[in-house]
């Protein structure tokens, strides 16, 4: 059974770029959520995606969005970069209706100039 | 008003004492509630959830679920130095499709 994987482990972008962030579901999980974490802050929800639909969203404005492929693999894009997204971003994954027990990958460490 | 605060301490506890982490909420439709324990540079680990009030034990850590009062606490017994992490609680909404953390607590516990 393989776990969560996000890639890159880190990147640095300037203000006004786009990102990409990929996550791997943990082996049969069919749920991800994406979460960003700022330094000394707990992990904020971005959104959740089930049968490769958005079924959550938390308060991120639209420049987040996101993708779900049939392997339940997942994107996270962030477009027109500001500095205060510069955090670590978070994906977890479960079966649905289980998000209780969400497993979480290592992360993505963003860094923006 | 946040959905859920927590002391983010820090904590300093010599080896072996009891230590008692404690996040309050004020929405009372959350539905599940979890505790998490994170080392540094790393993602989330879940130690317990709980879904109703009262008690869940698991080694040397007890999850407690006061719904009336909005608290929601985690002991942690005999603590060991590689207890020495961060701890968040988290909440999911009763739809489901929410989700909402602390801002965790800093745990250090001295040999």
């Known amino acids: 059974e393989t776990g969560v994987t996000q890639s890159p482990t880190h990147l640095i972008k300037t203000r006004g770029q786009q990102v990409t962030l990929r996550c791997s579901s943990q082996?049969?999980?069919?749920?991800v959520s994406w979460y960003q974490q700022a330094l000394g802050q707990g992990p904020q929800f971005i959104f959740q995606?089930?049968?490769?639909?958005?079924?959550g969203r938390g308060n991120f404005p639209p420049r987040f969005s996101g993708l779900q492929f049939p392997n339940y693999s997942s994107e996270l894009n962030v477009n027109a970069l500001e500095l205060d997204d510069s955090a670590l971003y978070l994906c977890?994954?479960?079966?649905?209706?289980?998000?209780?027990?969400?497993?979480f990958g290592p992360g993505t460490r963003l860094l923006v100039l | 008003q946040k959905e859920v605060e927590q002391d983010p301490g820090p904590l300093s506890v010599p080896e072996g004492a009891i230590v008692s982490l404690n996040c309050t909420y004020s929405?009372?439709?959350?539905?599940?509630f979890m505790w998490y324990r994170q080392y540094s540079r790393k993602g989330p680990e879940l130690l317990m959830y709980?879904?109703?009030?009262g008690n869940k034990e698991d080694g040397r850590f007890t999850a407690q679920v006061d719904k009336s009062s909005k608290y929601i606490s985690l002991f942690i017994r005999d603590s060991q130095p590689s207890d020495s992490a961060t701890y968040l609680c988290?909440?999911?909404?009763?739809?489901?499709?929410?989700?909402?953390f602390g801002t965790g607590t800093s745990l250090t516990v001295i040999p």
């Open positions: 977890a994954s479960s079966l649905w209706g289980a998000a209780q027990t969400q497993y």
């Open positions: 082996s049969g999980h069919n749920t």
């Open positions: 995606y089930y049968r490769e639909e958005e079924n």
């Open positions: 929405n009372s439709a959350f539905q599940y």
């Open positions: 709980t879904y109703s009030s």
């Open positions: 988290a909440m999911i909404s009763n739809t489901g499709n929410q989700f909402y």
